[in-house]
């Protein structure tokens, strides 16, 4: 069976990283961790924050009720490539999932998409084993 294709396009954190060898010295004398975990604080507002960690958590669960017959993308709506994708969807308010490029729900409520999960994959699975 073919993974469903899933994907989630809200505003991310942004990580920025040295280069390889300034990050190592960092790991080694121990304050890379502590620039990453403030850039992770400090990347988003608050509300958009807490979007990200609750669809984070979601994907996160699909993956470990699904596994390799979900495939969960998570885009960033301020990169290049959400941008792209806004434009591909024509989409004005974030978060989006995408089931299969042609379903989308917008917002936080996630028993929709649920629902709509386990319709495809139970149809999925019946064509399998028809």
């Known amino acids: ?4 294709r899933i994907e989630v396009i809200t505003y991310a954190p942004t990580f920025f990283y040295h280069c390889q060898h ?3 010295t960092f790991r080694e004398i121990g304050v890379g961790e502590a620039v ?4 992770a604080r ?9 979007e990200y960690e ?14 390799r017959a979900v495939r969960v993308r998570l885009v960033d709506a301020a990169s290049i490539e ?3 994708k806004s434009l591909q969807y024509r989409l004005r308010r974030y978060p989006v999932v995408i089931i299969e490029g042609t379903e ?7 028993g929709p998409v649920d629902a709509a999960l386990r319709d495809r994959l139970e ?8």
């Open 1 to 4: 069976m073919r993974p469903i």
């Open 22 to 24: 300034c990050e190592l």
């Open 36 to 39: 990453h975990r403030s850039q």
């Open 42 to 50: 400090e990347a988003l507002p608050a509300d958009l924050q807490l």
């Open 54 to 67: 609750i669809l984070a958590g979601w994907a996160h669960d699909l993956l470990e009720r699904y596994g």
């Open 82 to 84: 959400g941008f792209w």
């Open 104 to 110: 989308r729900h917008v917002g936080l409520d996630l």
């Open 123 to 130: 149809s999925a699975i019946r064509e399998e084993g028809a």
